[in-house]
């Protein structure tokens, strides 16, 4: 199945929302500071994911361990469209890339973009692509000290959501409406396999 390769999401004229979903200790520190904190490791990758049910269904809605908290993170457009000028594909795609070029752009970076399939409610693949970008480095220290907007806990709401929807009582109209966040530059579009 060709999946639609654009970016969904919840955003602002400011902001667009990315989700991670983390244990207790890093997800009430980041709340508490509105970046994250020592809890946080700095030398993993970290990843944001625009599409909530996509990280749902990752997370299997808050309930996996070290992933019962989920975090609403609102990314200035400005630093989230610096990411994407600097992010590379995890796997080489034969259009975007020519010869050697793919290892020499993945090594040298430290912004990641995966591509899968995105989720309805009950975790089933729908016919879009989920985009991940992945953090690491000084990109991601970067992001942390100048990137974050503002950081919500909603994993009140995840609870309630998945409790409703377990009993087949969810409306669905209470979750993120997410739309396609406009990417024009042509650049950015075929390095990404945007399609």
Known sequence: MEYVKEIFARYDRQCIRVYQAHRNTI?????????????????????????????????????????????????????F????QK?????????SYIGTQWEKAFEKTEVYCQWDPDRNVNGNAVNRAA??????????????????????????????????????????KELPVEKIYSVKDRGIRNRLNMK
């Open 81 to 84: 469209d610096e990411l994407l």
């Open 131 to 172: 985009i991940q970008i992945g953090l690491k480095g000084d990109t991601l220290r970067d992001f942390l000290k100048v990137g974050i907007c503002r950081i919500e806990d909603l994993t009140p709401l995840v609870r309630k959501w998945n409790e409703q929807r377990k009993k087949g009582k969810l409306n669905i």
């Open 87 to 95: 992010a590379v594909l995890t796997s080489p795609d034969s259009a």
């Open 27 to 79: 997800a009430k520190e980041a709340v508490a500071l509105q970046t994250f904190g020592e809890s946080f490791n700095m030398n993993r990758m970290t990843w944001i994911k625009p599409s909530f049910l996509w990280l749902m269904y990752r997370s299997n809605w808050g309930t996996k361990k070290n992933q019962e908290y989920i975090l609403a993170v609102d990314v200035y457009q400005s630093k």
